[in-house]
């Protein structure tokens, strides 16, 4: 069964830049693509970018476009989502998922065209 691990958040200035990491394991991974939500205590958890496996095509949500930039690395089975220009809106914690196929297609922002998730990494912005 796919594990994922997420790494690289952390504690950050408005303005600066993280790199999350997402490392997939198990003796089999097979995926439309991988995606990265974020959510906060109380609310929905909330799409934030999702690439494509097998062709590399990138989807994010208006509120981190031309700021984060998801890209994968399918000989090693990882997801990074590089954050530039953070906000302290973007304090969250965001959760790598790996997407599942299901029947008219792929939904990169559809939570339930998932079927695992990791544990999630804080990152957090100080104004």
């Known amino acids: 069964q796919v594990q994922l691990v997420e790494s690289g958040g952390g504690l950050v200035q408005a303005g600066g830049s993280l790199r999350l990491s997402c490392a997939a394991s198990?003796?089999?991974?097979?995926?439309?693509?991988m995606g990265w939500f974020r959510q906060a205590p109380g609310k929905e958890r909330e799409f934030v970018a999702a690439i494509t496996w097998g062709g590399g095509n990138t989807y994010y949500a208006e509120s981190v476009t031309g700021r984060f930039s998801i890209s994968r690395d399918a000989a090693k089975t990882t997801v990074y989502l590089q954050m530039n220009s953070l906000k302290a809106e973007d304090t969250d914690v965001y959760y790598c998922a790996k997407g599942r196929y299901g029947m008219g297609g792929w939904n990169s922002w559809n939570r339930n065209d998932y079927d695992v998730w990791g544990q999630g990494t804080r990152v957090t912005v100080t104004s």
């Open positions: 198990g003796r089999a991974f097979r995926t439309p693509g």
